[in-house]
């Protein structure tokens, strides 16, 4: 089966869950029914986004809801991007939101979905085998650690804009680039006459930079790094916007120093 045909009949898969959803429709279902526009128009990528944030529980929706966006979620991350990891995880969390959950029509759009789904209904279920006493509460199962520029926040997981941004979003733009004044060439070493700094991190949905994401990836100038971080720490953004609603946005922006006689170094700031 193509992707594209894949894709297509995703859109039967869900029927049951909508079923059980009641008025009045919360934005979650309104969030569903958008990434299911997307899927009908093959854009895997703009839906992939919507129903990451339909599943946050910030957005208010029904047990039903939650569990139709984490359903579709991992099978666009199978079909789409062969990623059985990320789906084993998006039905992972479907099952811990509805334990009894029955999502009829995976092994139609492909019979290992419907593998995956069983595995980890079966990692989930409780030992009933023989025993003497009840058993001691099983340890949470951990995750992964986040990056800090995944930090739990209200507004859900920050977009990824750090080349561009994959589903449709607008980058956030810099209000105002920061001025750097009284550069010494020394700190760019005794034969340097080049330096890069580059950083990523998260701008908020306020169009600040959220100072637990900040991550310095590359560093040719490490006596103008405090510089940099002071002046990234001041800066303000017009935040990313998703259909127009400001979201969290993972961005990059690189900062390039030259030495350029007479004591002074010029520099240029490009991104996010």
Not at 35 to 53: G, M, P, V, Y
Not at 68 to 82: D, K, N, S, W
Not at 233 to 243: D, I, K, S
């Amino acid at each position: 089966m193509t992707k594209s045909r894949a894709l297509f009949s995703l859109l039967a898969l869900p029927v049951a869950l909508v079923a059980q959803q009641q008025a009045p429709i919360s934005r979650a279902a309104e969030l569903v029914t958008l990434a299911r526009d997307q899927i009908r128009a093959n854009r895997s990528d703009s839906a992939l986004t919507l129903l990451k944030l339909a599943s946050d529980s910030t957005t208010g929706g029904t047990v039903a809801d939650r569990v139709q966006a984490y359903v579709l979620l991992g099978v666009i991350e199978y079909i789409a991007h062969h990623d059985s990891g990320a789906t084993a995880l998006a039905f992972r969390h479907a099952l811990q939101v509805d334990p009894g959950l029955q999502a009829a029509g995976l092994a139609q759009v492909d019979s290992a979905l419907d593998r995956i789904m069983m595995a980890e209904r079966s990692a989930m279920a409780p030992d009933t085998t023989a025993r003497q006493a009840p058993p001691p509460p099983a340890p949470p199962r951990t995750p992964p650690p986040a990056r800090p520029s995944q930090a739990s926040s209200p507004f859900g997981p920050p977009h990824d804009c750090i080349r561009r941004c994959r589903g449709g979003e607008e980058k956030p733009e810099v209000i105002q680039r920061p001025q750097f004044t009284m550069l010494d060439p020394a700190v760019l070493g005794p034969s340097e006459t080049r330096g890069v700094i580059v950083v990523h991190f998260v701008v908020g949905v306020e169009g600040a930079p959220e100072p637990e994401s900040i991550r310095v990836t590359t560093n040719t100038a490490q006596g103008l790094t405090n510089q940099v971080l002071e002046a990234l720490n001041a800066m303000h953004f017009r935040p990313a916007t998703l259909n127009g609603t400001p979201v969290r946005a993972q961005v990059e922006m690189r900062f390039e120093f030259r030495a350029a006689g007479y004591n002074t170094i010029d520099y240029t700031i490009t991104g996010p």
